[in-house]
């Protein structure tokens, strides 16, 4: 293999992550984990609380709105 194929494969692997939205320090948003958690209990109400509050921290974020 030549120094440039080689140094090809080793750009695709260093940069494959964040071509496909890999983010090492995201965290999930704290009231969306917990609409969620109360979504699946059945608590609807609880759940549409938590999912606005999220909104309105985090107003124009595709993962929130999602």
Known sequence: MTWRRWLAVCAVALCAPALVGFDLFHAPDPDV???NRAYSAG???AAIAAYERALERRSGD????F
Do not use: K, L, P, R
């Open 43 to 45: 608590d609807w109400d």
């Open 33 to 35: 984990v917990d609409g």
């Open 62 to 65: 595709d993962g929130v709105e």
